[in-house]
């Protein structure tokens, strides 16, 4: 059974520039979660996708937005790029219905 | 809203003893579950265990229990025999429904760091 993969690892932007964080569900799992860490801090949720549609959201932004493809991988969006922006951001899926979700190794992110 | 409490910023504990750590929650809800994970150094966070608000029995899974007081709104994470391995940050989760169907997200606590020593 094949984890959760996220990529890229790390990644440098500057303020103001957008980027495309990739997630790869767990095998048959076919519900995806995002969320962001900031450091010294618990995961805030970002949003969450089924069947290809977002079916809840956090207290973000319209410029963080995502998408979810037939094989339900997903990715993050971030637009207008923000210094607080900088954190881990951590993917997590589930099977629809069931309690737990597993996560990905995440993407750090690093705004300057 | 949902809430997760953790007192306990960071823990020390020495190898081969056992370790509590806390976590309290504030809910509404009749019906919601409770998680621990483990985040490593490298970031990944790592199911331990669960807990369904309607469960009869606590949560074991190996070297870890759940010592889940409801009436005290309490889901404390029991670790036996602690390892080296084990030095991480633990985190408390609940459940949180979201709008329609079977959608749902996790609320965080900030966190413990357990460190083990020799």
């Known amino acids: 059974e094949t984890g959760v993969t996220q990529s890229p690892t790390h990644l440098i932007k500057t303020r103001g520039q957008q980027v495309t964080l990739r997630c790869s569900s767990q095998?048959?799992?076919?519900?995806v979660s995002w969320y962001q860490q900031a450091l010294g801090q618990g995961p805030q949720f970002i949003f969450q996708y089924y069947r290809e549609e977002e079916n809840g959201r956090g207290n973000f932004p319209p410029r963080f937005s995502g998408l979810q493809f037939p094989n339900y991988s997903s990715e993050l969006n971030v637009n207008a790029l923000e210094l607080d922006d900088s954190a881990l951001y951590l993917c997590?899926?589930?099977?629809?219905?069931?309690?737990?979700?597993?996560f990905g190794p995440g993407t750090r992110l690093t705004v300057l | 809203a949902q809430k997760i409490t953790q007192t306990q910023p960071g823990m020390f504990v020495q190898e081969k003893e056992a370790v509590t750590l806390d976590c309290t929650y504030d809910t509404s809800d009749p019906s919601y579950g409770l998680f621990w994970y483990k985040q490593p150094s490298s970031g990944e966070m790592i199911f331990l265990i669960y807990?369904?608000?309607?469960?009869?029995q606590n949560a074991t899974e190996g070297r870890y229990s759940l010592n889940f007081q409801k009436a005290r709104k309490s889901a404390n994470l029991v670790i036996s025999a602690s390892q080296l391995g084990d030095s991480a940050m633990y985190f408390c989760a609940m459940r949180e429904p979201l709008n329609t169907g079977t959608a749902s997200k996790l609320t965080f606590g900030t966190g413990t760091r357990l460190q083990v020593t020799l």
């Open positions: 095998s048959g799992h076919n519900t």
């Open positions: 997590a899926s589930s099977l629809e219905g069931r309690r737990t979700q597993y």
């Open positions: 807990q369904g608000s309607y469960d009869q």
